[in-house]
């Protein structure tokens, strides 16, 4: 059974960091890119950032030079460090496939408030 457990949201001031972490299971972790994605009260989920096996990386427009995605291949786990973080980057962070999404995990909320 392939599952997703994503861990490290919290209460962090604006300008403040977070590191979130991801356990995916199963044998397609180090085949497929991984994505974080995030999902704001009365949004849509959008993707953040991905790692490819090749570990290069993408940001969307927004996090660009402040997240930075990474992966350790023998823990399954994809991490996603956030630096300067602002109100809008509130939300809850899940990580998934790309393509190929396996079900989605509860996810890690992730509030940015003074």
């Known amino acids: 059974q392939v599952y997703i457990v994503e861990s490290g949201g919290g209460l962090v001031q604006p300008g403040g960091s977070l590191r979130l972490s991801c356990v995916v299971s199963?044998?397609?972790?180090?085949?497929?890119?991984m994505g974080w994605y995030r999902q704001a009260p009365g949004n849509q989920r959008e993707l953040v950032a991905h790692i490819n096996s090749a570990e290069s990386t993408y940001y969307t427009d927004s996090v660009q030079g402040r997240f930075t995605i990474s992966r350790d291949v023998p823990k399954k786990t994809v991490y996603l460090q956030m630096n300067s973080l602002k109100p809008e980057d509130t939300a809850v962070y899940y990580c998934?496939?790309?393509?190929?999404?396996?079900?989605w995990g509860r996810g890690t909320q992730v509030t940015v408030s003074s």
């Open positions: 199963g044998s397609l972790f180090s085949i497929y890119t």
């Open positions: 998934n496939f790309v393509q190929g999404q396996i079900p």
